[in-house]
């Protein structure tokens, strides 16, 4: 795996170099929210990353404090538990890791959509 940084105006995504295209997308969503909420939340973070992970065990490699909320977390939440925040970084799993981990209840796949 190679790790490449994909950049917006904002943001900045660490990332895996075949998933240059989810990177984008999870980058235009975040300039997206970040709009829509400027008008409530004048002041802003800038210098983010966020370090999209291929899989749960990536993410509590980086995070070792995930399995612990996964642990604290009933069962049918934790599936929406898929990141992690710090400071300067933003963890969360790749789209299609997401997507994994979705049930077949309506509206869990959009729900996992909006982790970043």
Avoid at 45 to 70: D, F, M, N
Avoid at 87 to 112: D, I, K, N, Y
Wanted: glycine fraction near 6%.
């Amino acid at each position: 795996m190679t790790w490449v940084e994909s950049a917006s105006r904002s943001f900045r995504a660490r990332h895996d170099a075949g998933a240059r295209d989810d990177a984008e997308r999870v980058l235009h969503s975040l300039e997206v929210t970040r709009e829509e909420l400027a008008h409530h939340f004048p002041a802003t973070i800038t210098g983010l990353t966020v370090v999209l992970h291929r899989s749960a065990a990536s993410l509590s490699l980086a995070c070792p404090g995930v399995p612990l909320a996964w642990a604290a977390t009933t069962p049918a939440a934790r599936r929406y538990l898929a990141g992690w925040p710090g400071r300067q970084e933003l963890h969360v799993l790749e789209p299609a890791a997401l997507e994994q981990r979705a049930s077949a209840v309506p509206g869990s796949r959009e729900m996992l959509e909006l982790t970043p």
